[in-house]
């Protein structure tokens, strides 16, 4: 037996407890682990909260990602004691998470733990320091430097603008940070932020094109906002979109493209080739320093998570939560 969070969906409603699962009930896979660390994520809040359809079929382990160890592997590429690393692939979705102490996933899905991080590490950077270097990676594609001008990182208090923020920063670029929590400015500064703006003007409906101003942008709110920061960006300019916390609408033009020839690069963090994801990891060991992760962290226990996963959900959770499912 082993503990997790179990979401149900039956003639009682919608509930997800902290209970106990018997290790013959995991889903199929060819690897099975033991947890040793999870996050929550926004995702993960919707999911517990059910104030999304993230959940496609019940019960449900929730937890978008986990690192931990091998226990029992039929897959040529891990071993027993094997230490792994796993982000995405619908996981507490539509297969068990890692928001328990075992998990049986697929081994396509799994890549080894990153050299340079330990298990803790690597998910205090987990899928939104992931997914925040995914972004970065699209603008360094697109040829975006440091001197075309300043990178607007939206939902920058979150989990994945706070990474934005920290690798944009250390790879010299000038970041403006969009914030509804104007309490959070010095955090953001902390982070590498060069000016903190109100979201407030950016998340009301706009002008098809506006004054140019961002050589680039990394979005994790969508709808408004992000019509907003194309119609801001510079000719030429690029915006990674990755996220819909203000909502999965994209009231905007074709202007910025046709008009400004800006790129809008969509940024899947969920099915990413195994290579692809070996690299972020790999700029990210280059770029993260390991004092940041304990500002943009902290470590919850798994009782805790339904409890936070209800203040993810009001905005009062900035940066990352990492949980300890063994605590």
């Known amino acids: 037996?082993?503990?997790?969070?179990?979401?149900?969906?039956?003639?009682?409603?919608?509930?997800?407890?902290?209970?106990?699962?018997?290790?013959a009930a995991l889903p199929e896979?060819?690897?099975?682990?033991?947890?040793?660390?999870s996050t929550l994520n926004y995702k993960d809040g919707?999911?517990?909260?059910?104030?999304?359809?993230?959940?496609?079929?019940?019960?449900?382990?929730?937890?978008?990602?986990?690192?931990?160890?091998?226990?029992?592997?039929?897959?040529?590429?891990?071993?027993?004691?094997?230490?792994?690393?796993?982000?995405?692939?619908?996981?507490?979705?539509?297969?068990?998470?890692?928001l328990a102490q075992q998990a049986r996933v697929k081994?396509?899905?799994?890549?080894?733990?990153?050299?340079?991080?330990?298990?803790?590490?690597?998910?205090?950077?987990?899928?939104?320091?992931?997914?925040?270097?995914?972004?970065?990676?699209?603008?360094?594609?697109?040829?975006?430097?440091?001197?075309?001008?300043?990178?607007?990182?939206?939902?920058?208090?979150?989990?994945?603008?706070?990474?934005?923020?920290?690798?944009?920063?250390?790879?010299?670029?000038?970041?403006?940070?969009s914030s509804g929590r104007p309490q959070e400015a010095d955090y953001l500064r902390s982070l590498g932020a060069a000016e903190v703006i109100d979201r407030k003007a950016l998340s009301e409906p706009g002008k098809p094109l506006a004054r140019e101003r961002w050589a680039g942008v990394v979005d994790s709110v969508g709808s408004h906002t992000l019509a907003n920061a194309c119609a801001a960006t510079k000719s030429e300019g690029a915006v990674a979109a990755c996220g819909l916390a203000q909502g999965?609408?994209?009231?905007?033009?074709?202007?910025?493209?046709?008009?400004?020839?800006?790129?809008?690069?969509?940024?899947?963090?969920?099915?990413?080739?195994?290579?692809?994801?070996?690299?972020?990891?790999a700029q990210l060991s280059q770029l993260v320093d390991l004092k940041t992760l304990d500002a943009i962290s902290q470590e919850i226990t798994l009782g805790e998570v339904i409890q936070y996963a209800e203040q993810l959900m009001k905005g009062n959770v900035r940066g990352r939560l990492i949980v300890d499912v063994n605590r």
């Open 29 to 37: 896979g060819d690897v099975r682990v033991k947890v040793l660390y």
């Open 107 to 177: 081994a396509d899905w799994l890549i080894p733990l990153p050299n340079g991080f330990t298990a803790k590490q690597a998910l205090a950077i987990g899928t939104a320091g992931y997914t925040a270097m995914l972004c970065v990676m699209a603008l360094q594609k697109h040829g975006l430097q440091p001197s075309d001008g300043e990178v607007l990182v939206t939902g920058a208090a979150g989990g994945v603008g706070s990474f934005a923020i920290a690798l944009l920063s250390k790879l010299g670029f000038t970041v403006v940070a």
């Open 248 to 281: 999965m609408d994209f009231p905007a033009t074709v202007a910025p493209f046709i008009l400004r020839g800006v790129t809008l690069y969509g940024i899947n963090s969920v099915t990413v080739p195994k290579a692809k994801r070996i690299a972020a990891y």
């Open 1 to 23: 037996m082993f503990k997790a969070i179990v979401i149900n969906k039956d003639d009682t409603g919608y509930r997800a407890e902290l209970g106990q699962l018997d290790e």
């Open 46 to 98: 919707l999911a517990i909260t059910g104030k999304g359809p993230v959940v496609r079929s019940f019960p449900m382990v929730p937890g978008i990602d986990f690192a931990g160890e091998v226990i029992e592997s039929a897959s040529p590429e891990f071993k027993a004691g094997d230490a792994v690393l796993l982000n995405g692939w619908g996981v507490g979705e539509g297969h068990w998470g890692g």
